[in-house]
């Protein structure tokens, strides 16, 4: 395990001892052997951390160094989590069981976020001049630090969506205090270590691992402005409840159920082998995974069968074995969920064309076929709910307008594909799906841009500057007299 200190905290600029003894075992989900064991989090650890965060952002310097001057510190945790890009990939795979040819440029994924909101200090408009409109004679817009941030991130992908907080809630002036899950701790600790070591003042950057009691402490926490949370829609709705409670900011980033809408003119073989390469990515735990594929009905037997060749033909196994093409689901819990929606499938009429067990040629680890239902009701439970697995439904449409319905007739809207040739239609078609994000021909997504979705997919967007606003907060400066020069 090539971090220094699992069974720490990194609390106040220091490694921080627990308060108790409690440890999270980590399981490498493709042997089912412990992998190592992380330091558990209680009220007394959360509250350190919360504090050292506050302290940070009233008293430190943090908020009063220019944007320029916070950009030089994220260029530098750039450089650092670069470095450290091996050690990242050593662990994705043992903690997630994403393939290690994936993970392989973990490292250089997450020092980009970094860098692209240093970029961003020299380009946002932090502070403009205005027109007053109800008197005085000039006005400033300043945008500030919302204050303390709290950052909930999840196991499937961790070091991506710390660096897709922390990067863009540093540059603003907030401080942070991550929270990490249980099941995936390791990647968080290479980002601590990398803020150790470019000197980051005390107290800007805190990380945790806690289970939910004590991650709920953190949401409640009246010492935290603003509350950060990638995972699950239904734990976003608790989340989004108890911030509401006492009027605190909060970004959601929630599950999907994302349809791939093929029209009448693109090739069915094509399509179903960009969708089945597509849902090897993190053996289908990814919330933007095309799930719902919806097809003419007079194309979907002989698209389902196509679907069903690519998809059955991926080969499992080992995430460091090259030959493998997708790995296991990150945990037991998640592999008997994964089969427990299998099994509605066939339970409610769906037609298992491929797939729907574990592979035969593996004895340990927490492994499921590639998974292919036809003639799915999209009122049915596998097609309305999130199963987080590599489980596909074929969802049959009269036509190009009952296509559209159908894929909106979720109550998510994280992501979406059309599959045509001609670029008119899939521009026509995207502007008519409620989705944060439609990609054309291909699964598509993109957080150095804008990520994020509609409905209960979500609330706000991440990247760019659309992820740096959430961490903002805007105030008028009604002056009665001339603007003071700047500079």
């Known amino acids: ?53 506050r302290r940070a952002f009233d008293e430190g310097p943090w908020p009063r160094l220019s944007h320029a001057e916070r950009a030089a510190y994220l260029r530098a945790m750039a450089e650092g989590v670069r470095a450290r890009g091996g050690d990242a990939a050593q662990i994705w795979p043992r903690e997630s069981g994403v393939l290690f040819s994936v993970a392989a440029g973990v490292g250089r994924g997450a020092a980009a976020q970094f860098d692209l909101y240093a970029d961003l200090a020299d380009t946002f408009v932090f502070e403009e001049a205005v027109r007053p409109t109800m008197g005085g004679e000039h006005g400033v817009l300043v945008r500030e630090p919302v204050g303390v941030v709290g950052a909930i991130v999840p196991w499937n992908a961790p070091l991506g969506q710390i660096a897709g907080k922390v990067a863009p809630a540093l540059l603003a002036g907030c401080t942070v205090v991550v929270k990490q899950a249980p099941e995936a701790p390791g990647l968080g600790y290479i980002i601590a270590e990398v803020a150790e070591q470019v000197g980051l003042p005390p107290g800007v950057l805190n990380l945790v691992t806690a289970d939910r009691e004590v991650s709920e402490q953190l949401v409640r926490d009246p010492r935290v402005d603003k509350i950060s949370f990638t995972g699950s829609t239904a734990a976003g709705r608790r989340i989004s409840s108890l911030c509401g409670e006492r009027v605190a900011r909060v970004s959601l980033e929630l599950g999907g159920k994302s349809a791939a809408v093929i029209l009448d003119d693109y090739s069915l073989e094509k399509a179903a082998a960009t969708i089945a390469a597509a849902e090897t990515l993190l053996t289908g735990q990814v919330c933007t995974s095309l799930t719902r594929i919806v097809v003419p009905r007079r194309r979907h037997d002989e698209f389902a069968a196509a679907l069903a060749v690519a998809f059955g033909a991926v080969t499992v196994g080992d995430p460091f074995d090259e030959r493998s093409q997708m790995g296991p689901l990150a945990t037991r819990r998640q592999r008997d969920r994964v089969e427990g929606y299998i099994a509605k499938g066939v339970a409610e009429g769906a037609r298992l064309v491929t797939g729907g067990g574990r592979p035969t040629h ?22 309305r709910e999130e199963i987080f697995g590599p489980v596909l439904s074929v969802i049959p449409a009269a036509d190009e307008h009952d296509a559209v319905a159908i894929a909106n007739n979720t109550v998510y809207g994280l992501n979406a594909s059309v599959f045509t040739h001609d670029v008119e239609r899939a521009v026509e078609v995207s502007r008519l799906l409620r989705s944060g994000t439609v990609g054309h021909n291909a699964f598509r997504s993109d957080n150095g841009v804008s990520f994020g979705g509609f409905k209960q997919s979500g609330i706000g967007r991440e990247g760019r500057f659309e992820g740096l606003l959430p961490y903002l907060e805007s105030k008028l400066v009604i002056l009665d007299g001339p603007a003071p020069s700047r500079g």
């Not at 490694?15 to 209680?42: C, H, K, N």
């Not at 680890?365 to 999209?378: I, K, L, Q, R, S």
């Open 1 to 53: 395990m090539p971090v220094a200190h699992p069974d720490r905290f990194f609390i106040d600029g220091r490694w921080a001892t627990p308060a108790t003894g409690s440890m999270f075992d980590v399981i490498d989900p493709a042997t089912e052997q412990l992998y190592f064991r992380a330091a558990e989090a209680r009220t007394a650890d959360m509250s350190r951390a919360v504090e050292a965060a």
């Open 362 to 383: 593996l004895d340990r680890g927490w492994y499921v076929e590639p998974t292919v239902f036809a003639d799915v009701d999209n009122g049915s439970t596998i097609a």
